[in-house]
């Protein structure tokens, strides 16, 4: 055997170049074993850019690679799937097992990997329970550490006593079908001695485990063996002279027995360097213990090391350069946020740096894929790969597959929806976007929440609900008819939701079939051919994965005579796509290389950047499940999480050539908590410069922040750009685009008001597009109501207020009108059954307003009037009800609302809750001034305000505007919107102040701090990235109408004109 060391993956791999090129058989690849399938790329990549080719090797993993050269025997190696669902039928026939399916599976899984670790790391232990069953075919020991002797086992320990029970049992059944444990099957080829000669290569492997690395001595014996080792082991090994290969001494190491450890002691290593190579110092500790073997054995183990740097140890060498920076950011998108930016600096600083020379490292990669995907994927700047991610997780396929499989949960909307977001099986099943928006409101119209079996009241279904909606294509006019109430009018692709039906009626089918299949895997390769389509190569390479793990599970549970039952083969299913990688774009090619902080990373980059170093986060803590017999003595070779994260932190510092940048997250904003470094990095901060950290600020613009090499100006010329576009829009698309879809052509009164009342707020939403109240996600919906629907109970509130000038002096009608409106909900679906809804119909009814319908002041008003609007009320049509078309005005329809007026009387009726203030004066003036000008009248009329709080009051105005006037009101509304915005600080301007630069940006602030307090959700989207003076630029350019000082002053005079309309 060989071992080759080098500080340089360059090095070793030239070495390995020159040793593949002596290899005598052109037709027999030569076997490389490698850690990971990204080192494997590289290697590849490397090999042809030297030679113009990289071809006829065969590249394995280490266990992979090392069974198919002991694959000579007859006998088969049992795979890590067959060994689990033998434990799993060792555990069902176990009258002391629990009696759940779910968790049986679980347990076997976490004893699946104990007794993995076992024959890895306490293989003579494993050994000696395997010689007690008489179907064990050998007795030649591998491991040749017997590091064991240090220890001792409790044999009468109650889980070493089961876990010896449960696992001899599980191997017999093995034993049974043909089948060897990986040990077994190396004793067995070991004895026979029948291997080719051809040589070996192991190339980066940084961690192996004891058994491994046994199996490999002693196969050094029958044939060659080369190692090639990364270099991060300071002065462990004498650095040679000279500049080539050169034969060093074997290292010489010292033990010493702990309480809980055997420890291995090297008197050249520092107690800091120590920390941090803990495990690759007992990696050659294990190589100069399998030299004695091989001595033993008439063979020797070589020592190969190239001089490379001459500084002892990584760290050392640290400390003599200058370019690595420690960060501190506040959040995790900011984090990512700052990476981004500082590539896009040295991007553009240096022109022979390429996206491909920058590498990022992170240790949690499940917590940090998501902002790694929404900052380089949403800002499209920086082409970038992504892997190291688990397809269960993260794939299109595997998030579809969770949702399906939830066959043991209701079929609510929820669920549906999540699947028909999914865009594979949106191509399955022919849905685009805008089909999912048609679909998603109209079940939300008609409040369909769970599938029949699993809702409370029938109406909720989707049954039910769906045949409501067919209903109302062959039914005209109120009434039900079988106890169905035809949906609501509107226009609808009939055979889109025939569509939908159908994908109800296969998932409730697929239920039925998988609880009654004695093949559940058959069932879920069925339902994923049915639901599902694959054409993207990445999830085409997961769907393959998928569907020959599904066929091999099938075939273990016939070898072993299972029936698997469906909840353990759900778990089997989504367990095996955590084995599958996902990723986005091909490693170290298609751009920025993000990755996770994985053994044998030292792959060189010019620039990298760790990211994820907060403390707890990284290096992690030390978990020891009690039921692990090893918990109570540490062996070299024992990697805990903390040790092997340390190792792995410092293969990764080595792979920078020009700059390491490592970053955390010192503040969380969110729950106003801060956060310490990790160890490595207070550790790592003896090594280096003063000033080498430093903290980022919340905002990224700012004045003290403007000369940091940190900047954001995308987010600044993304909102310039909205604003500079011709027409308005939410997003600087291309004007017809923009025409087609996002210029806003129809407002409500009370939208308009804000106008006046709330400037900077209309905006944000007039001007960006960026509105505040969001609409609550209806996909996210499971649970029927147990009170009238939100939304309904607001609506009906206000239909109720409108209303009721119709009814004053009539009590009784006004409440038989309320209950026929619940009655009318309830048969939609927005109200809850039985019980509930009684409980609820009596809590509205007690909070009308009865007393004051009884006022005499009030009833005076009482009139034959119309309630007019152009709005569809939520109920069928009453007798005084009045239907029209809103106003269209410059390619914009206002729509209106009148909840009383009678003509022969000229007079108009409002109706709230409370004294009207300024903003509803606003509101209900709007209503008029659009209802006017739709019919060509000029307001000269009586217009009664009525509070119905308590026992009633009322409030009265003569209204007297010119028709002429009216229409130069709409005009100013209309170019407001179309031209200038909303005019901003209009107090300011009456009082005369002097509008200087300073004075105005004082007075947005003080706008902007009104409306942070009403915790206007767009703050986090705009102000962030925004200061108070770029807002303001925003906001006073225009392209179309220039700052014009006669202009402002019309609208000035024309917003005081509107103001004063009710004195």
């Known amino acids: 055997m060989k071992l080759y060391i080098a500080d340089s993956l360059e090095h070793l791999l030239q070495k390995l170049q020159s040793q593949l090129q002596k290899h005598s058989d052109p037709l027999r690849a030569p076997r490389i074993l490698v850690p990971n399938r990204n080192l494997r790329r590289w290697m590849q990549m490397q090999l042809a850019r030297r030679q113009g080719v990289a071809a006829n090797l065969n590249f394995q993993y280490l266990e992979q690679g090392i069974s198919s050269i002991l694959a000579h025997s007859a006998r088969k190696q049992a795979p890590a799937s067959l060994q689990l669902w033998a434990l799993i039928q060792a555990l069902q026939q176990d009258t002391r097992a629990p009696g759940d399916s779910l968790e049986i599976y679980r347990r076997a899984s976490h004893l699946t990997y104990l007794f993995r670790d076992y024959e890895y790391h306490r293989n003579p232990m494993i050994r000696a329970w395997q010689q007690e069953l008489k179907t064990s075919p050998t007795a030649l020991e591998p491991d040749i550490f017997q590091l064991e002797s240090h220890l001792s086992l409790d044999a009468e320990d109650s889980h070493y006593r089961e876990q010896k029970r449960l696992y001899q049992d599980s191997l017999g059944r093995l034993h049974e079908a043909g089948y060897l444990s990986f040990t077994e099957l190396a004793g067995l080829a070991l004895e026979s001695e029948d291997f080719d000669s051809d040589p070996l290569y192991v190339f980066g492997m940084s961690r192996m485990s004891r058994l491994h690395l046994s199996i490999l001595l002693r196969l050094s014996l029958h044939f060659p063996v080369r190692i090639f080792l990364f270099d991060v082991f300071a002065g462990a090994l004498q650095i040679p002279q000279g500049s080539s290969w050169q034969s060093v001494p074997a290292p010489e190491f010292k033990t010493r027995l702990d309480e809980d450890a055997l420890i291995v002691e090297h008197s050249q290593l520092s107690e800091q360097e120590y920390n941090f190579q803990r495990d690759g110092l007992e990696l050659l500790y294990l190589f100069r213990l399998g030299q004695t073997f091989l001595q033993e054995n008439n063979s020797d183990l070589e020592w190969h090391r190239f001089p490379g740097n001459k500084t002892p140890g990584v760290l050392q060498l640290l400390s003599k ?600 004066l606003t509101v209900a003036f709007l209503n008029l001034l659009f209802f006017a000008l739709h019919r060509g009248l000029e307001l000269n009329h009586q217009v009664h305000f009525i509070s119905l709080a308590g026992e009633g009051k009322v409030e009265s105005f003569h209204l007297r505007v010119p028709l002429a006037e009216l229409q130069q009101m709409a005009e100013y509304i209309c170019d407001e919107l179309q031209f200038y915005g909303p005019l901003m600080f209009y107090e300011a301007f009456q009082q005369e102040e002097e509008m200087t630069d300073l004075h105005l940006e004082e007075l947005l602030l003080d706008s902007w701090q009104e409306l942070q307090d009403s915790s206007h959700p767009v703050l986090g989207m705009v102000m962030e990235k925004l200061d108070a003076s770029q807002l303001m630029e925003l906001i006073l350019q225009s392209r179309n109408h220039p700052s014009d000082e006669s202009a402002l002053e019309r609208r000035i005079q024309m917003r005081s004109r509107i103001e004063e309309v009710w004195q």
């Open 321 to 920: 350069k200058s370019d690595v920076r420690i960060v501190e950011a506040p959040g995790m998108r900011k984090e990512i946020e700052f990476i981004h930016d500082d590539i896009l600096l040295k991007l553009a600083a240096d022109d022979s740096l390429k996206p491909e020379d920058i590498g990022i490292l992170v240790p949690t990669m499940h917590r940090y894929r998501a902002h790694f995907e929404y900052v380089f994927g949403g800002r499209k700047q920086l082409p970038f790969n992504l892997t190291d991610f688990s397809a269960r997780e993260t794939s299109r396929l595997g998030d579809a597959l969770r949702t399906i499989l939830k066959f043991d949960q209701p079929l609510d909307r929820r669920n549906v929806f999540h699947l028909l977001s999914n865009p594979l099986i949106r191509q399955k099943w022919e849905i685009r976007s805008d089909d999912y928006e048609a679909l998603l409101d109209k079940v939300d119209e008609l409040n369909i929440f769970r599938g029949s079996e699993d809702s409370i009241f029938p109406v909720h279904s989707w049954k039910h609900g769906l045949r409501r909606l067919r209903l109302s294509e062959v039914m005209v006019g109120p009434g039900e008819f079988q106890g169905y109430l035809p949906a609501g009018p509107g226009i609808y692709d009939s055979e889109l939701f025939a569509r939908l039906w159908e994908f109800l009626k296969r998932l409730e089918q697929f239920r039925k079939d998988i609880q009654c299949s004695t093949d559940p895997f058959s069932v879920i390769r069925e339902l994923i051919q049915t639901f599902i389509s694959v054409e993207d190569r990445q999830e085409g390479r997961i769907y393959l994965a998928l569907m020959e793990a599904l066929a091999s599970a099938s075939e273990d549970c016939h070898r072993l005579d299972i029936q698997p039952d469906p909840l353990m083969a759900r778990e089997w299913v989504l367990e095996s796509l955590k084995e599958v990688a996902g990723g986005i774009g091909d490693y170290l090619v298609q751009g920025i290389t993000v990755s996770a902080l994985q053994p044998m990373r030292p792959i060189p980059f010019r620039y990298l950047y760790v990211a994820g170093l907060k403390e707890g986060d990284f290096p992690g803590f030390p978990v020891i499940h009690p039921e692990d017999l090893r918990r109570n003595f540490r062996l070299p070779g024992d990697s805990s999480l903390p040790d092997g994260n340390r190792f792995l932190f410092l293969e990764g510092l080595t792979s920078f050539e020009d700059g390491l940048i490592l970053s955390y997250v010192g503040k969380d904003l969110a729950r106003d908590d801060e956060f310490q470094p990790s160890s490595v990095i207070l550790e790592l901060e003896d090594f280096l410069a003063e000033g080498a950290r430093e903290s980022l600020p919340a905002l990224w613009i700012s004045d003290a922040y403007k000369n940091r090499p940190v900047l954001d100006p995308l987010h600044v010329s993304v909102l310039k750009e909205r604003w500079h576009s011709e027409i308005r829009s939410g997003n600087p698309l291309d004007e017809p685009l923009q025409e087609v879809s996002l210029y806003r052509k129809s407002y409500r009164a009370h939208q308009l008001a804000r106008i006046f009342t709330e400037p900077l707020r209309a905006f944000l939403e007039f001007k960006l597009n960026a509105y505040p109240l969001r609409k609550e996600d209806s996909a996210d919906v499971s649970d029927e109501p147990y009170r009238l629907i939100s939304r309904e109970r607001k609506n009906l509130k206000y239909l109720l207020l409108g209303l009721a000038p119709h009814y004053l002096g009539q009590r009784s009608r006004y409440r038989e009108l309320l209950e026929e409106c619940y009655s009318n909900e309830m048969a939609r679906g927005a109200a809850p059954a039985d019980f509930f809804a009684e409980l609820d119909r009596e809590s509205i009814v007690r909070s009308q307003p009865f007393l004051a319908l009884e006022n005499p002041d009030l009833v005076a008003l009482q009139d034959k009037g119309l309630y007019i609007s152009s709005l569809r009320p939520p109920i069928q049509p009453l007798p005084f009800m009045q239907m029209t078309t809103p106003l269209s005005l410059r390619g914009m329809e206002f729509h209106f609302t009148i909840p009383f007026y009678s003509e022969a009387s000229k007079t108009f009726l409002f109706s709230g809750t409370g004294r009207v203030d300024a903003s509803g």
